[in-house]
């Protein structure tokens, strides 16, 4: 757990109780494809026995989507929430021994240098201050080669030099299931 997210982070306190609980009931009515869409994105792109962390997880539903559908993976969460961890891991169930939720900031991770295998993150990084040392940090934590994929909102703010320690970047839309247009896009990149 990284005791920096607790503390002097701007959004540290956005997400309380009352905020996280509302966005978690918000995301279960309206987000499910997105989610299925993601987990299968992961599933098909993630090596056998792969290590995967979701990174800004709030309450947790896409790993456990991606657990439904990969057995072999081992999936970390981690969001600067407190109160949308308590939330995923209340909610993780028999999944306990396959995903585990931290406390902590994309850019102060506390998972050791090229530990992952692939990293995975919705809607979160159009709220990362400094998205380039984020970035940087999602990086630090892959593995040379492994996958960042990293979908947010079509029309939130992109910035390509963030990605420069990434090989192969490309941001397409995405439009998953029933969603009319293509409110959402990903940014798929290969770490160096
Ligand atoms: C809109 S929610 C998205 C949650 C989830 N990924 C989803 O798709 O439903 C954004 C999440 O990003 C988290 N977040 C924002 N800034 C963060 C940071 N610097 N480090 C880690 N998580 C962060 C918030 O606490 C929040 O849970």
Known sequence: MSDRSRTDHPRTHYFDRRRSTAYDRRARRSLGGLYRRVAADVAALAPPDAV?????????????????????????????????????TAAVGDLASRITFQVADVAALPQPDDSVDLVVSTLSMHEWPDRRRAVAELGRVLRPGGVLLVYDFRFARFEPEAFTGFADVRRVPVRPGWWPVALFSRVVASAR
Do not use: H, K
Request: glycine share 14%.
């Open 52 to 88: 995967v962390l979701d990174v800004g997880t709030g309450p947790g539903q896409l790993p456990r989507e991606i657990a439904a559908r990969r057995a072999d993976v081992v999936l970390g969460g981690v969001d600067l929430s407190a109160d949308m961890v308590d939330i995923a």
